[in-house]
């Protein structure tokens, strides 16, 4: 542990050595350098100050949130100044070395170029000014992405039902009720039939969910219900208790939760939703994941659900559809899932380029997903988790409509 403590420091002092020699090229003002130097030490002293005196019997929450993007800011773009000048004293090693075989007067090494330092700064103000816009903007800017989704067995009476598809509230991190509010508003009015949640309402514990019980409680819908399921976060599984009985009491504190918003939780069960004379089955199953806890059991949840009947299951995470959904021989026609947050980071221009790091982990990772007339749906994230903010990936409330009849798209 202290070896890792030892290498940890080193990096840092050896990124805020090239960070300096940067600020020191561009400007000889020793205004400018004292400021940063100030600046510099007031930041990772409190960064170091929080991580040694934090509570971790907390868990993640706003304050353990905002030191982190605080570190990320800090050290990225340093690390993109650091990056680039050590380039720069390898071409200037290289450089002394052939200078020194040319016999040519001088010092050893070649003074640092000034206009290396400016590129270096222009490139670092990339992660720096997208990193703040996600922690000051990006977090809250919520959208609402319409889907239309076309299915020949649709019972008649659902064509055209809306559903309002949420995922991932992590209201531990919430740091703003004015956003929150205009993010219910949002969902109340698409005037949505049915409205779905797939999990992770809190990051840890079920008192984070206390300041925002009577927000999520004006969650409406329109005649079919409001319904949910458990997600990865839900089971208090990343965290250190006194006790299993703490933890359990945890667990049942959260299920609870559903019940106070005004939520149907379903525990690896069915029920039948009706409209007209027509029925679907709305499945929901516990949390399975490839990478993380599965209690998640699809044929409990389906029990009296027939292979004819037409199906919607809510699962918090894409990798049950992936390995086990999409070919199952009872035809789920959509799932609804969340879980991935797209990673809170990548770059998505409708119809040229979608990009997230978390693809590489994640087959089906933001958006919708076919195979052979099955779906899936992958939402962004209501809110956010490890770093306090989004950026190119907006937390989203989705809104699939339901239609009767083949996709000529």
């Not at 929080?50 to 907390?58: D, V």
């Not at 027509?278 to 993380?292: A, D, M, P, T």
Request: hydrophobic share 40%; charged share 20%.
């Amino acid at each position: 542990m202290m070896f890792r403590w030892i290498i940890l420091i080193l990096i840092i002092v050896l990124i805020e050595i090239y960070s300096f020699q940067v600020i020191k090229t561009i400007t000889k003002s020793r205004w400018i350098i004292g400021a940063y130097l100030i600046i510099s030490f007031v930041v990772l002293a409190y960064i170091l100050f929080f991580f040694l005196t934090y509570n971790r019997g907390e868990g993640q929450n706003k304050d353990s949130l905002f030191a982190i993007g605080l570190l990320l800011i800090t050290v990225l773009p340093k690390l993109v100044l650091t990056i680039i000048l050590f380039g720069e004293d390898v071409f200037r090693f290289f450089a002394g070395i052939i200078s020194s075989f040319s016999n040519k007067e001088g010092d050893f090494l070649p003074e640092r170029r000034k206009f290396v330092s400016h590129i270096a700064l222009g490139l670092a103000a990339i992660p720096f000014s997208s990193l703040l816009y996600g922690m000051t903007i990006g977090k809250y800017n919520f959208k609402v992405i319409k889907r239309t989704l076309f299915f020949p067995d649709l019972p008649g009476d659902f064509d055209g039902t809306t559903i309002t598809h949420i995922s991932d509230i992590h209201s531990g991190s919430f740091d703003n009720h004015e956003k929150i509010e205009y993010a219910i508003d949002l969902i109340n009015e698409q005037k949505s039939d049915l409205v779905l949640f797939t999990g992770d309402i809190v990051n840890t514990h079920a008192k984070e969910m206390d300041p925002w019980i009577d927000t999520f409680k004006r969650i409406e819908s329109s005649g079919l219900g409001k319904y949910s399921v458990l997600g990865n976060h839900d089971y208090g599984e990343y965290f250190k208790w006194n006790s299993e009985e703490e933890k359990e009491e945890n667990f049942q504190a959260i299920k609870g939760i559903h019940e106070k918003i005004g939520f149907k939780l379903l525990l690896n069960e069915n029920v039948k939703i009706k409209k007209g004379t027509s029925e679907l089955s709305l499945i929901g199953v516990e949390n399975w994941g490839k990478h993380f806890k599965k209690v998640g059991d699809l044929k409990t949840a389906s029990e009296g659900v027939m292979k004819e009947d037409f199906k919607i299951l809510m699962s918090h995470d894409p990798s049950h559809w992936d390995s086990e959904v999409q070919h199952h021989e009872n035809h789920y026609h959509l799932t609804l899932s969340g879980h991935t947050h797209g990673f809170q980071f990548g770059i998505e221009i409708p119809g040229w380029i979608k990009w997230s790091p978390v693809q590489y982990v994640y087959k089906q990772w933001a958006g919708l997903y076919e195979n052979l007339g099955r779906y899936v749906y992958v939402n962004r994230g209501f809110g956010f988790h490890a770093y306090p903010g989004r950026v190119g990936i907006m937390p989203e409330i989705t809104v699939i409509e339901l239609k009767k009849g083949e996709n000529v798209a």
